[in-house]
């Protein structure tokens, strides 16, 4: 049974929007308390640690048992290299949805594919960062700025791993032939949640790595 | 991974299907509504057994009935299963059976994810459960204040139980949340603009809102929690640095909304009760809407009228007090509203509308006494008595309780096809009343002399011997109340059908059809041109003939799957294998394969033949 002989045979919704669209929506509204919750432990904690490192340069720290001036542990060039690849993730996305609705199969395969590498060069990025900060001492309770640190930005790059798996799911189906113009907005739904991902880092990099 | 109802099967479900499969399979959210009451309503009596031995343990001062250890896991199991697995599924079940047949639709929105909300609930309710097998039932209190939580203060699994398992109720509440949210917004019939749905579908709705706002706070402070005992973190730990204090402010910005998510469904229910049995629309629809949007509004800035007595300075005091109070009114507005309703009716005094009454009269008293609370000086003098179990009993039992109760009593024929009887049924009300009153009222003179709550015993000539020989005796009441309720359920089940389809000439569209339903619900979508479409019938036919069960030829309906209860085992080995967490074991194998099923169970219900 194809989607449109589905749509045909059933009344439209009561507002009109589709339903797998509004139920995203409303999962994005609850995800937003969620990270609420975790950026506003951050800074409700920011500067509370009581040991080294912390993230920006401090005349005035303990670590390694003395005090001393510590270095900041952030690379700051390196995480706005990331961040400005998942901004462009989420340009690309739209090209390929565009590409999805008009049929237009290299446009949808290209930009999809380009969209699901930015996600991994961003998953990379910090699976790099968290591997070097740890060799820098810092581990998960070494102290509240990295417990809050790492929970934060570990449960952001999370969501970005699971957009890129189901964003590949969609990549492979669509290599397939199996993502037809109507079935469009299966695309749509995942670009949604992606562009929702996005959003957050987009707070998440300034509180976090900017903000002193 | 979700999948709406319109990718559906052509299949023809003609023939009648029964046997456990069918029950492990369905997606119908009429059965799921029946699976949720019936595990809801055993946990519930669970809860009470439990209330029922801390009443006997309190009958006598300085008894020894049961340890202080497992005291402290009696009472805070009780509240748990009361609040997680009692009055929230006892309300889910309302909204599976009658959101879509209030407003018209054949199933929720996605009949799948539904079932896996289901099987979601029910395992986290039997992990929370399964400590007691371990001797590691939780034991920190329902609210889990910290850093009593912390591994150094509860070491063992206790705590353990209760973190993962709160977190996998988590995961269904919102996963139901979304759910029925898109079904009231966009499933319902032709003609029903929001200001014509039932005031119970309005009142979900909020509910639902309040469930995906509310939830993924609590998830956050549990997730610190886990941390904190299991990963070395130091959220809630002053050695650290961290805050205990930061605990209670994720735990209540949750917990106030919670308290509303326990409510407002009550509230829903009485407003459907009211009008039938007083043969009038409900009174100010309208400012019934909006006063449940602004209890819920208000309810997420008024969380810290939990923490008076952490010290939080005159200004948040202030604030926190005044919102409160502010929350008076809206409430108000309520239940003015409802004597509205009654006021010049025609009074029909069934079983449903005692229990609706009762509802409003006590919960008026509970909402006095939280009034009381809002005040910060009045407030540190209750904080931790039994002054507070008062209140929150007359506002979640005498409250919640009363009007769920008063909601299986109106809408059990639907569900069952069987009406109760109704001479058990005003006995059930006029015991349930009294051993209300008698265990809790006392509590409030108990509080004031200061009796201190979760403490498992108390002396001898403190004056609190009298006030608790009482409350026991009002627990038996009870204890005996649902007695009566059980064997009047068991006995109308035995009995062949006998229900009408509109046993109480009810005004909305879950009474056109024939008591059960058919698996379609509706032969035809019905069209509604008010907010009480059946009296608008009666009045244009003067009676309303019983409809005739159908043959479901050519409507279809969503295939069976056990692919949502694969996803909800995924889930729960996922989050259980974090019970194992410790140095040098591999639990993370556990944790890992539980990602793995729940992966496999995802992929294959999205990749689902349609038909
Ligand atoms: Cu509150």
């Known amino acids: ?212 | 991974m979700a999948t709406s109802v319109l990718e559906h099967s052509a299949v023809h479900h003609a023939e009648a299907k029964s046997g456990l499969w069918s029950w492990i399979t369905t997606v119908d959210h009429k059965r799921i509504g029946i699976l949720y009451g019936a595990s809801a309503f055993l946990f519930f009596l669970l809860g009470g057994i439990e209330a029922f031995v801390i009443r006997l343990q309190l009958m006598t001062a300085d008894n020894t009935l049961v340890s202080p250890e497992f005291y402290n896991q009696l009472f805070t199991m009780h509240g748990t299963t009361m609040i997680f697995l009692g009055v929230m599924p006892l309300s889910a079940m309302f909204f599976n059976y009658f959101i879509p047949l209030q407003i018209g639709a054949r199933d929720v929105v996605f009949p799948r994810l539904n079932a896996f909300s289901y099987w979601v609930f029910l395992l986290g309710g039997l992990f929370i459960n399964a400590g007691f097998f371990f001797n590691a039932w939780p034991n920190a209190g329902w609210f889990g204040y910290a850093n009593l939580t912390s591994a150094q203060y509860s070491p063992g699994l206790n705590t353990d139980f209760w973190v993962i398992g709160l977190q996998i109720l988590g995961i269904a509440s919102i996963a139901a949340a979304v759910n029925f949210f898109v079904t009231i917004i966009n499933m319902r019939a032709p003609g029903m603009t929001l200001l014509r749905m039932p005031m119970f579908v309005w009142m979900s709705f909020i509910t639902q809102i309040l469930l995906l706002l509310a939830f993924p706070v609590i998830t956050v402070a549990l997730v610190f929690l886990m941390m904190d005992r299991h990963f070395g973190t130091h959220f809630f730990i002053p050695a650290g640095g961290g805050d205990p204090i930061l605990w209670q402010h994720l735990f209540w910005i949750f917990g106030h909304p919670e308290v509303y998510i326990l409510i407002l469904p009550a509230f829903g229910i009485v407003s459907e009760i009211l009008p039938v049995f007083s043969r009038k629309p409900l009174f100010g629809y309208t400012a019934m809407v909006f006063s449940g949007v602004f209890i819920a509004f208000l309810g997420f800035g008024v969380w810290s009228h939990h923490m008076f007595a952490t010290g939080m300075g005159p200004f948040a005091d202030a604030f926190f007090s005044l919102s409160t109070m502010l929350i008076a009114v809206p409430t108000g507005v309520k239940i003015f509203n409802w004597i509205g309703t009654i006021w010049g009716g025609s009074l029909q005094f069934k079983t449903p509308m005692y229990f609706a009454l009762g509802f409003i009269a006590m919960f008026i008293i509970g909402g006095l006494s939280g009034v009381m609370h809002s005040s910060p000086p009045a407030d540190l003098q209750q904080t931790d008595t039994y002054f507070v179990v008062a209140h929150f009993h007359y506002v979640l039992f005498g409250g919640s309780i009363f009007a769920l109760t008063g909601g299986a009593y109106y809408w059990l024929p639907k569900m069952t096809g069987r009406m109760l009887n109704e001479t058990a049924g005003k006995i059930h009300f006029w015991l349930m009343l009294i051993g209300f009153n008698l265990t809790f009222a006392p509590m409030h003179i108990l509080g004031l002399n200061g009796m201190p709550r979760r403490v498992y015993t108390y002396p001898a000539g403190l004056g609190f011997e009298f006030w608790n020989g009482l409350e026991t005796v009002g627990a038996a009441i009870i204890v005996v109340s649902q007695l009566v309720f059980i064997v009047n359920l068991i006995v109308s089940l035995r009995r062949p059908r006998n229900a009408p389809a509109d046993p109480w000439h009810g005004a909305t569209l879950e009474w056109s059809i024939p008591s059960p339903p058919q698996e379609f619900n509706f032969p035809e979508v019905p069209e509604v041109k008010s907010s009480i479409p059946l009296w608008d019938l009666r009045r244009e036919l003067g009676s309303l003939p019983e409809p005739q069960r159908v043959s479901g030829a050519g409507i279809h309906l969503p295939n069976p799957s056990y692919y949502p209860l694969v996803a909800a085992i995924g889930v729960f080995v996922t989050l259980g294998g974090i019970l194992f967490a410790q140095p040098h074991f591999p639990w993370y194998v556990i944790t890992l394969t539980g990602v793995a099923v729940l992966f496999y169970g995802v992929y294959r219900w999205a990749f689902e033949p349609a038909g």
């Open chain 1, 1 to 212: 049974m194809s989607d449109a002989a589905a749509h045909a045979m059933h009344p439209p919704t009561s507002t009109g929007l589709d339903n797998r669209k509004v139920a995203i929506w409303a999962f994005i509204g609850s995800e937003c308390l969620f990270f609420a919750s975790l950026i506003s432990t951050y800074l409700v904690y920011k500067g509370k640690s009581l040991v080294g490192p912390l993230p920006h340069e401090a005349s005035q720290c303990m670590l390694h048992g003395q005090m001393q001036r510590c270095e900041g542990v952030f690379e700051v060039p390196l995480v706005t290299a990331g961040t400005a690849v998942l901004l462009f993730s989420s340009f690309f996305v739209v090209l390929a949805l565009y590409g999805a609705q008009k049929g237009n199969r290299k446009m949808l395969l290209g930009w999809l594919s380009a969209t699901v590498a930015c996600g991994l060069f961003f998953v990379g990025m910090q699976v790099y960062e968290f591997t070097h900060f740890y060799h820098k001492g810092m581990g998960y309770g070494t102290n509240l700025f990295s417990s809050t640190f790492f929970t934060l930005t570990g449960f952001h790059g999370s969501h970005v791993t699971l957009g890129v798996i189901w964003l590949s799911t969609i990549l492979f189906l669509a290599a397939r032939g199996k993502l037809p113009p109507e079935k469009a907005l299966n695309l749509e739904l995942a670009a949604l949640y992606w562009h929702f991902v996005d959003v957050v880092w987009i707070v998440i990099f300034p509180v976090v790595y900017l903000m002193r």
